[in-house]
């Protein structure tokens, strides 16, 4: 399927889930807003230039827990695919501490570092190091054992091979582990700021929680919606940047 029916599907989707909207709103018995209210409320929120605070302040948090994340997660996870002692030392901290929802940590986070950036970006931190060193370390794991002793058969060194065999066939994964780790960041950095903030996207849906104040709500799912769709975009656009080597499949 070419880009521009992909495209076009995505308009056709687009349209139905504004349709499906509306008709809840007027037809259903649901208490929604409609498109038009929240519309009307973005625009609202845009001119007085709170929708601006809110939106930089939730990704200036997504993007330095998740940067600083994954900068760490890269390097440990080839470390425990590459080296067994080091898998061995790790990786029981790693499944201990992937199976505590981040969010669990947030009350713990605030008790101890205080209520400031510092326990929000920890916790964001925390959800994209986990989801990105576990997909690091499968890609290393996995990587076919014939490049490696085709490698060595050659007269590579074991740097040359993790440079230019192990490297380059754990990227996918290690994009994959990105892309969940967007999404988990997102989901937690709206939690975190539902404590103890006082500007972000997550602020504003409780403040308007308050007031029953719906579409406020709405715009505030839609923003975080489209900012975690465009930043899973560009980090699609890297894979197919990075791995154009590789064959893949097509529909």
Do not use: H
């Not at 890269?74 to 002692?85: K, S, T």
């Not at 990105?132 to 996995?142: K, L, M, P």
């Not at 892309?179 to 972000?200: F, H, N, P």
Request: net charge neutral; hydrophobic share 55%; proline share 4%.
């Amino acid at each position: 399927m070419d880009k521009l029916a992909t495209i076009g599907l995505g308009i056709i989707s687009f349209i139905l889930g504004i349709g499906l909207w509306w008709f809840a709103t007027y037809v259903g018995s649901t208490n929604l807003p409609s498109p038009i209210d929240v519309v009307i409320r973005c625009f609202e929120l845009a001119g007085n230039g709170q929708l601006f605070v809110d939106i930089f302040a939730s990704m200036r948090r997504v993007l330095i827990g998740f940067l600083l994340g994954v900068s760490i997660a890269v390097p440990i996870g080839f470390l425990m695919g590459w080296y067994r002692l080091a898998r061995g030392l790790i990786e029981p901290w790693i499944q201990f501490f992937r199976v505590i929802p981040p969010l669990a940590i947030i009350p713990l986070a605030i008790v101890t570092m205080g209520i400031d950036e510092t326990p929000k970006i920890f916790v964001i931190f925390l959800a994209a190091f986990l989801s990105s060193v576990v997909a690091t370390f499968q890609g290393v794991v996995n990587v076919d054992r014939t490049y490696i002793n085709a490698a060595r058969v050659l007269g590579a060194s074991d740097w040359v091979i993790f440079r230019s065999v192990v490297v380059p066939a754990s990227t996918p994964f290690i994009l994959v582990g990105f892309r969940i780790g967007l999404g988990s960041a997102w989901a937690t950095v709206v939690a975190a700021e539902l404590i103890a903030a006082q500007s972000g996207l997550g602020f504003r849906m409780q403040q308007a929680q308050l007031y029953y104040d719906l579409p406020t709500i709405f715009v505030s799912l839609v923003a975080i919606g489209i900012l975690g769709l465009i930043m899973d975009r560009l980090v699609g656009r890297a894979d197919e940047y990075l791995t154009r080597w590789q064959e893949k499949g097509t529909a």
